[in-house]
């Protein structure tokens, strides 16, 4: 399940990023989150030195 809270999944696998949590079972059962937990979880954005 580490590809829902991860949209970009293999490119953190291939440049050894850290990974979002599994979401909770609400996130599946809970109907009254609406789409929250499917489709809102962010790229991973590399921080840049000066």
């Known amino acids: 399940r580490?590809?829902?809270?991860?949209p970009d999944?293999?490119?953190?696998f291939e440049n050894?990023?850290?990974v979002n949590p599994i979401?909770?079972?609400?996130?599946?059962?809970n109907?009254?989150?609406g789409g929250k937990?499917?489709?809102d979880y962010p790229a991973y954005k590399?921080?840049?030195g000066n």
């Open 37 to 39: 937990g499917y489709n």
């Open 9 to 12: 999944l293999a490119e953190r």
């Open 2 to 6: 580490l590809y829902i809270s991860n």
């Open 16 to 18: 050894d990023w850290p």
């Open 31 to 33: 109907s009254v989150l």
């Open 23 to 29: 979401p909770g079972h609400e996130v599946y059962y």
């Open 46 to 48: 590399t921080v840049l």
